[in-house]
Each structure stands twice: as structure tokens, then as C-alpha cells.
């Protein structure tokens, strides 16, 4: 093929290949378009969406303003004869309508999720049946109020399974309708009052029922709307019962001898508060005040009906957790068997507080005052603060000690685990133990602190400033508290000492309790607790007894009296030493004649224990058991005799003659 033929037939295939290229352009071009087309009407439901959120919200503050205005007529100037009065099927009707669809849509549009859901309480039941068969097959020591608690709301597993079930239900259903929140929450009576008839006695089955039937009526009023007369003869029942009961309540309480004062006054506080809010509730509704009667009445049935499903979750989780911390499969692991009595009351008080801010919460929505209580919380810690360049806000400092007080704790439960159940389980050198797990705890505070400086957005030129300045403050006055940082941290590595060695230092003996990374206490064998900085154990002279092993050598005199056969008691000796069981054979002991005083013939016993904390016991048995045999043998122990001359008394001559004393006269 010639040149010129070869160039024609590139040149035709470029030519086709932008042939090729712009026919895909042009219709990429056209798809595009058809893309935009389609993206506008959306665009514009985005903006009408917006705008209608906007309008919803600016509607709940205004309806927030005015709990405490009138907004509609007292009951002596309602018009009775007024048809829409009267015509409650046509509201019932549209209810069912228009609610009705509501939860069809948004059931349809979670189908998978409501399944999903309903699986969990399935689960959640089977669950429960478990733990009321396992809890009659524990046998608890002492149990608790919590596990008393517990193991009678377990034999209501059902009821205790679907208060469980509905505490998790914000888990499964986000954006849910409101109506779907009003069948909820009087589904949630039923458990409730299965529950509270089985745990109360019978003088409290009235009140139960009372507050079913108020239940019942609080889900009528938002079936009803606030202009018919239903709505207003519904309130205003409701709030007679609230007032007759809470009297009764009041009377009871006044008169009641509970052993919880604190628990008491607190009750006498909630019914005296809820019985304001009922009486405000029953004179806001007969002067026109509709929303105030609405919040007043609905602070009473949905507070109590709060605080009892919190009261009972709170005890049926607490329970759980005391009863999985009781039972055989964690009571293996070290960190839960050592520290019983410290999880339960950690675990109590954390679920008791989650409760507490749930119930609050649940309070600054019944008041509907939560736009605003939360906005005055956002602007209070969202206030910015300047410290010369340095700007930050309550908030973040608060984030930041947050997020470090996280940390710590969270290296503190991994520590306990590591110490406990991890590194005591592997064959290590002493001291290597304590200190990977110092590591990993200083690591995760370090990584703790990073991250709430992160957490609140301190930029590196602000962190640069404290540095220096802490720069500054060594050169100053804590080269001590550096110098002992430092120590801690060769002590850590090195292991010179470690925690229960026994130790010297500074003339006093005692045990290494613990060891900090600016400090270590030393217990006395005295009772007392010596605080010896690090930067001492590591420049002065530090005696270790402990520091690779527990021996020690025990040395006894003990001397007998001349004549004694010396061999014999050599042979005694031995064998004392050799019948006490805390005495070890490597090093052999010794017996050895120290020398011949001027009472007695000494010898000196030599041997070894394993035993270092004990080795005041062990020579004090060893000495009983030399006297014993001594004296069993006849082998006598002398005492020191000393010889008394006397030359004169008041200008006599005494002396000495055949056992007696001889006069003479005449001065000395």
C-alpha cells in the first residue's frame, strides 16, 4: 500500500470518529436538558416544601404565645343550639378519613420497617419469657430493691416486653404522624395498668382505673376539635376527676409515714403541682382559655403517664443489668466479679439519670414551651467569650470537659479489663502488666484530649499559646512537678519498683500500694500511708526487698547453758527449722556456733522463707518451737549472771569469806 493511500484512509477514520463524537455530544446535550426539564418542578417543590416548613414553624411559636390567651368563648357565652355542637359523627367520620389515610400512607411508605418492628417485638417477648424462667432458677444471696423490683414485673413478661418495645419504638419510626403517636401512647396504658394492678395493692386500683379512663379521654380530645362542646365537656371531666383523685392523693400523702423522706416530699411537690395545673386547667376551660385548659389538664394524665413508663423501664433495665452482673456467665470475668456492688450502683445511677432527662424533656413539651426553652439554651452556651484573640463559647468549653471526662472513663474501663481479665491471664515478666495498661490508659486520655480540642475547633496557633505559656510555668516553679512526670514515667518502663513490693526509703519499710505519675504511697507496716514523690524513688537509694523475688533470710541467737551438749543442740535446732512448713530447703539452713558468751553457749540459725509479708510470724513460731524443745530435752536456757563486790558501806569494810561478810573497822 502506498503512502497516500494509507494517509486517505487515516484521515476517513478520524473524520469518523469526530462524526462519531459529535452525535454523542448531541445527545448528551439533549439528555441533559430533558434532566433539567425534569429537575425544575422539583426544584420548586423544594422551595414550596421549605416555605411550608417555615409557615409550620412559625405557626407552633405563635400557637406557643398564646397558651394564655382567650381563644374562644367562655361556656356561658357558647351558643348550645349551634348545629356543628352536635354533629359528631361528621367529626369521627373525618377523623377516620383523614387519619386513617395518614397512617395508611405512612405505613406503606415503611411497610418493611413496621415488620422489622413487629419481628423485635416478637423477640423482645420470647426475650422476656427467658429471663422470668432463668430469674426463678437464680437464687439471689441479698438482692436488691431493683432485682425485687424486677423479678415482679417479670411475671408480667408481655407488659414488661411492650414498654420495652415502645421505649425503642423512636429507634424504628422517624417523622411518624401524629396519630400514630396517639395510638401509641394509649396502647402504652394497657402494659401500664397490667403492670401497676399487679405491683400495687387493692386501695390502689382506683386510681389505675382513673387514669385509664383520662388516658381514654385525652386521646377523645384530639379526636374532637376545641370549638365543639364535647371537646369543653371532656376537659372539664377530666379535670374534676384530676382534682378529686389528686385530693385524695394529697390526704394520703399528708398523712403517710414513708422511710424515703426525700422520696416523700418529692411526691407531696408533684401532687400539689399537679393539682394546681388541673384546677387552672377547669377554670381556663370555663372562661375561654382553651390551649392554657388543654396544656394544664394534659400536664397531669401525660407527666404521670411519662413518670410511670420511665419508673417502670428504668427498674426493668436496672434489673437486667443486675441480673446479667449476678449471673454465672459474667461472674467469670474478673473485672464484673471484682467490682459487683461498684457496676450495679454505676449502671443504677446512669439509667436514673438518662430518666431524668427524658422526664424533663417530656415536661418542657407538655408545657410546649420547647422552642424557646431550647433556643435560650443554644444562644445561652453558643455566647461567644474573647480572651484577647481567643474566642470560644460555653459550649465548647463545656464539649471539651465532656469529651475528657469520656475518655477517662473509657480508659478506665479498659484498663480494669486489661488488668483483670486480659494481661493477668498472660504469662508476663513483673511489672509488665501495669505497665501496658498504663500505656493504653494514657494513650486514650491523650487521644481523649485531641479530640475535644478538635471537638471545639481550638485552632493550633491557640494551643501553641497555652503550650508556651506552660513552657513558662517550668521555668518558673514546676520543674519539680516535671521532674517527678518524668520519674513516674522511667519508673514505668524501667520497673526498678512496683506495685506490692516491700521497700526502704528514707528509713521506713512498707508496701508499694500505688503508684501515680507524679507520686506513689507507700503503706507502712505501722498503719501509716507515706506519699514519697518519683523523682526520690529514682535519685535516692531505694532498698527493694521484693524487687525479684520474695525472700528473705531469718536469723535467730539463741544460747544454752555451758555444759550442754553443743552437737545435740545443733541437731535440734535443725531439726525445728526443718518441721516448719513456711520454711524453704534452697538455701539450706544453717545452724552455726557463733561464739561462747559469758552466760551461755550462742548459736546462730540461718534459713529462708518465700513467705516476706509473714516473716514475723514465722520467726516468732520458729523461736516458740526452739524454747519447747529445749525445755523438752532438758537443756537449759541460761540468763545473764553478774558477780556484785561491795568494798564499804558508810565507812565499814565488807568483804568476802566463805559465803559470808567479814566486818572491820577503821576507816577505809
Same mark, same amino acid.
Given at each position: 500500500?502506498?503512502?497516500?493511500?494509507?494517509? &486517505?484512509?487515516?484521515?476517513?477514520?478520524?473524520?469518523?470518529?469526530?462524526?462519531?463524537?459529535?452525535?454523542?455530544?448531541?445527545?448528551?446535550?439533549?439528555?441533559?436538558?430533558?434532566?433539567?426539564?425534569?429537575?425544575?418542578?422539583?426544584?420548586?417543590?423544594? %422551595?414550596?416544601?421549605?416555605?411550608?416548613?417555615?409557615?409550620?414553624?412559625?405557626?407552633?411559636?405563635?400557637?406557643?404565645?398564646?397558651?394564655?390567651?382567650?381563644?374562644?368563648?367562655?361556656?356561658?357565652?357558647?351558643?348550645?343550639?349551634?348545629?356543628?355542637?352536635?354533629?359528631?359523627?361528621?367529626?369521627?367520620?373525618?377523623?377516620?378519613?383523614?387519619?386513617?389515610?395518614?397512617?395508611?400512607?405512612?405505613?406503606?411508605?415503611?411497610?418493611?420497617?413496621?415488620?422489622?418492628?413487629?419481628?423485635?417485638?416478637?423477640? @423482645?417477648?420470647? =426475650?422476656?419469657?427467658?429471663?422470668?424462667?432463668?430469674?426463678?432458677?437464680?437464687?439471689?444471696?441479698?438482692?436488691?430493691?431493683?432485682?425485687?423490683?424486677?423479678?415482679?414485673?417479670?411475671?408480667?413478661?408481655?407488659? #414488661?416486653?411492650?414498654?420495652?418495645?415502645?421505649?425503642?419504638?423512636?429507634?424504628?419510626?422517624?417523622?411518624?404522624?401524629?396519630?400514630?403517636?396517639?395510638?401509641?401512647?394509649?396502647?402504652? %396504658?394497657?402494659?401500664?395498668?397490667?403492670?401497676?394492678?399487679?405491683?400495687?395493692?387493692?386501695?390502689?386500683?382506683?386510681?389505675?382505673?382513673?387514669?385509664?379512663?383520662?388516658?381514654?379521654?385525652?386521646?377523645?380530645?384530639?379526636?374532637?376539635?376545641?370549638?365543639?362542646?364535647?371537646?369543653?365537656?371532656?376537659?372539664?371531666?377530666?379535670?374534676?376527676?384530676?382534682?378529686?383523685?389528686?385530693?385524695?392523693?394529697?390526704?394520703?400523702?399528708?398523712?403517710?409515714?414513708?422511710?424515703?423522706?426525700?422520696?416523700?416530699?418529692?411526691?407531696?411537690?408533684?401532687?400539689?403541682?399537679?393539682?394546681?395545673?388541673?384546677?387552672?386547667?377547669?377554670?381556663?376551660?370555663?372562661?375561654?382559655?382553651?390551649?392554657?385548659?388543654?396544656?394544664?389538664?394534659? @400536664?397531669?394524665?401525660?407527666?404521670?403517664?411519662?413518670?410511670?413508663?420511665?419508673?417502670?423501664?428504668?427498674?426493668?433495665?436496672?434489673?437486667?443489668?443486675?441480673?446479667?452482673?449476678?449471673?454465672?456467665?459474667?461472674?467469670?470475668?474478673?473485672?464484673?466479679?471484682?467490682?459487683?456492688?461498684?457496676?450495679?450502683?454505676?449502671? #443504677?445511677?446512669?439509667?436514673?439519670?438518662?430518666?431524668?432527662?427524658?422526664?424533663?424533656?417530656?415536661?418542657?413539651?407538655?408545657?410546649?414551651?420547647?422552642?424557646?426553652?431550647?433556643?435560650?439554651?443554644?444562644?445561652?452556651?453558643?455566647?461567644?467569650?474573647? @480572651?484577647?484573640?481567643?474566642?470560644?463559647?460555653?459550649?465548647?468549653?463545656?464539649?471539651?470537659? =465532656?469529651?475528657?471526662?469520656?475518655?477517662?472513663?473509657?480508659?478506665?474501663?479498659?484498663?480494669?479489663?486489661?488488668?483483670?481479665?486480659? =494481661?493477668?491471664?498472660?504469662?508476663?515478666?513483673?511489672?509488665?502488666?501495669?505497665?501496658?495498661?498504663?500505656?493504653?490508659?494514657? #494513650?486514650?486520655?491523650?487521644?481523649?484530649?485531641?479530640?475535644?480540642?478538635?471537638?471545639?475547633?481550638?485552632?493550633?496557633?491557640?494551643?501553641?499559646?497555652?503550650? &508556651?505559656?506552660?513552657?513558662?510555668?517550668?521555668?518558673?516553679?514546676?520543674?519539680?512537678?516535671?521532674?517527678?512526670?518524668?520519674?513516674?514515667?522511667?519508673?514505668?518502663?524501667?520497673?526498678?519498683?512496683?506495685?506490692?513490693?516491700?521497700?526502704?526509703?528514707?528509713?521506713?519499710?512498707?508496701?508499694?500500694?500505688?503508684?501515680?505519675?507524679?507520686? &506513689?504511697?507507700?503503706?507502712?507496716?505501722?498503719?501509716?500511708?507515706?506519699?514519697?514523690?518519683?523523682?526520690?524513688?529514682?535519685?535516692?537509694?531505694?532498698?527493694? $526487698?521484693?524487687?525479684?523475688?520474695?525472700?528473705?533470710?531469718?536469723?535467730?541467737?539463741?544460747?544454752?547453758?555451758?555444759?550442754?551438749?553443743?552437737?545435740?543442740?545443733?541437731? @535440734?535446732?535443725?531439726?525445728?527449722?526443718?518441721?516448719?512448713?513456711?520454711?524453704?530447703?534452697?538455701?539450706?539452713?544453717?545452724?552455726?556456733?557463733?561464739?561462747?558468751?559469758?552466760?551461755?553457749?550462742?548459736?546462730?540459725?540461718?534459713? $529462708?522463707?518465700?513467705?516476706?509479708?509473714? $516473716?514475723?510470724?514465722?520467726?516468732?513460731?520458729?523461736?516458740?518451737? %526452739?524454747?519447747?524443745?529445749?525445755?523438752?530435752?532438758?537443756?537449759?536456757?541460761?540468763?545473764?549472771?553478774?558477780?556484785?563486790?561491795?568494798?564499804?558501806?558508810?565507812?565499814?569494810?565488807?568483804?568476802?569469806?566463805?559465803?559470808?561478810?567479814?566486818?572491820?573497822?577503821?576507816?577505809?
Amino acid at each position: 500500500m502506498d503512502t497516500s493511500t494509507a494517509d &486517505s484512509t487515516v484521515l476517513l477514520t478520524i473524520d469518523n470518529v469526530i462524526l462519531f463524537a459529535d452525535s454523542i455530544n448531541q445527545t448528551l446535550v439533549s439528555r441533559s436538558n430533558e434532566v433539567l426539564s425534569l429537575l425544575q418542578p422539583i426544584t420548586s417543590y423544594d %422551595v414550596e416544601v421549605d416555605d411550608l416548613i417555615e409557615r409550620i414553624g412559625n405557626i407552633l411559636k405563635q400557637r406557643e404565645g398564646k397558651v394564655l390567651a382567650k381563644t374562644h368563648p367562655s361556656v356561658l357565652e357558647l351558643d348550645y343550639s349551634a348545629p356543628y355542637h352536635w354533629q359528631l359523627s361528621t367529626y369521627l367520620q373525618s377523623f377516620i378519613r383523614e387519619d386513617g389515610r395518614a397512617l395508611n400512607t405512612y405505613y406503606q411508605s415503611n411497610r418493611y420497617t413496621f415488620w422489622a418492628y413487629f419481628g423485635f417485638l416478637a423477640v @423482645l417477648i420470647g =426475650l422476656f419469657f427467658y429471663l422470668r424462667n432463668r430469674s426463678r432458677e437464680i437464687t439471689l444471696e441479698e438482692p436488691n430493691a431493683y432485682q425485687r423490683a424486677f423479678t415482679r414485673i417479670l411475671e408480667r413478661p408481655v407488659s #414488661a416486653a411492650l414498654i420495652l418495645g415502645i421505649l425503642a419504638l423512636s429507634l424504628f419510626f422517624k417523622n411518624q404522624p401524629p396519630i400514630l403517636g396517639d395510638i401509641t401512647v394509649l396502647l402504652l %396504658v394497657i402494659p401500664l395498668l397490667s403492670i401497676g394492678f399487679h405491683l400495687s395493692e387493692k386501695r390502689g386500683y382506683k386510681y389505675l382505673i382513673a387514669f385509664g379512663v383520662l388516658a381514654l379521654f385525652r386521646f377523645l380530645n384530639d379526636i374532637f376539635p376545641p370549638d365543639i362542646l364535647l371537646h369543653r365537656i371532656l376537659l372539664l371531666v377530666s379535670g374534676g376527676l384530676e382534682v378529686y383523685f389528686l385530693l385524695r392523693l394529697f390526704r394520703y400523702l399528708r398523712g403517710a409515714t414513708i422511710d424515703r423522706r426525700i422520696f416523700h416530699q418529692f411526691l407531696f411537690l408533684l401532687v400539689n403541682v399537679h393539682l394546681v395545673a388541673a384546677i387552672v386547667g377547669i377554670l381556663a376551660n370555663l372562661t375561654g382559655q382553651v390551649k392554657l385548659a388543654n396544656t394544664a389538664i394534659d @400536664l397531669v394524665i401525660t407527666n404521670t403517664l411519662v413518670a410511670l413508663f420511665l419508673v417502670l423501664s428504668a427498674a426493668t433495665l436496672i434489673g437486667i443489668i443486675h441480673l446479667g452482673i449476678d449471673s454465672p456467665v459474667f461472674s467469670r470475668l474478673n473485672v464484673v466479679k471484682n467490682r459487683k456492688p461498684l457496676l450495679k450502683k454505676k449502671t #443504677a445511677g446512669l439509667i436514673r439519670f438518662l430518666a431524668v432527662l427524658v422526664w424533663l424533656d417530656a415536661i418542657i413539651r407538655i408545657l410546649q414551651v420547647s422552642n424557646r426553652f431550647y433556643s435560650f439554651l443554644g444562644n445561652f452556651f453558643g455566647r461567644e467569650i474573647s @480572651l484577647g484573640d481567643i474566642r470560644f463559647s460555653l459550649g465548647q468549653i463545656l464539649l471539651f470537659f =465532656l469529651v475528657i471526662w469520656l475518655s477517662i472513663v473509657v480508659s478506665r474501663a479498659i484498663r480494669a479489663i486489661l488488668d483483670d481479665d486480659v =494481661l493477668s491471664r498472660m504469662s508476663l515478666e513483673k511489672g509488665v502488666p501495669r505497665m501496658i495498661s498504663a500505656v493504653v490508659t494514657y #494513650a486514650l486520655v491523650t487521644i481523649g484530649v485531641l479530640l475535644a480540642v478538635n471537638a471545639v475547633g481550638m485552632p493550633l496557633d491557640q494551643l501553641t499559646i497555652i503550650f &508556651s505559656a506552660f513552657s513558662v510555668g517550668i521555668g518558673f516553679g514546676l520543674q519539680n512537678v516535671v521532674n517527678n512526670f518524668v520519674s513516674g514515667i522511667i519508673l514505668l518502663f524501667e520497673r526498678p519498683v512496683q506495685l506490692g513490693d516491700t521497700v526502704e526509703v528514707g528509713g521506713r519499710i512498707g508496701v508499694v500500694s500505688s503508684m501515680g505519675i507524679r507520686s &506513689s504511697h507507700i503503706s507502712t507496716f505501722d498503719g501509716a500511708k507515706v506519699i514519697v514523690p518519683n523523682g526520690s524513688l529514682i535519685s535516692n537509694e531505694v532498698v527493694n $526487698w521484693t524487687l525479684t523475688d520474695k525472700k528473705r533470710r531469718i536469723e535467730i541467737i539463741s544460747g544454752v547453758a555451758y555444759g550442754s551438749d553443743v552437737h545435740k543442740v545443733q541437731q @535440734l535446732l535443725l531439726e525445728v527449722i526443718d518441721q516448719h512448713p513456711d520454711v524453704i530447703k534452697d538455701p539450706k539452713p544453717m545452724v552455726l556456733f557463733n561464739h561462747m558468751g559469758e552466760s551461755s553457749l550462742d548459736f546462730r540459725m540461718l534459713f $529462708w522463707t518465700d513467705k516476706f509479708d509473714d $516473716w514475723v510470724r514465722i520467726r516468732s513460731e520458729v523461736i516458740f518451737m %526452739v524454747h519447747d524443745t529445749l525445755y523438752r530435752e532438758g537443756i537449759s536456757i541460761p540468763f545473764p549472771q553478774r558477780d556484785l563486790h561491795i568494798k564499804s558501806v558508810n565507812g565499814l569494810s565488807i568483804a568476802p569469806s566463805n559465803g559470808g561478810a567479814q566486818k572491820e573497822s577503821g576507816p577505809d
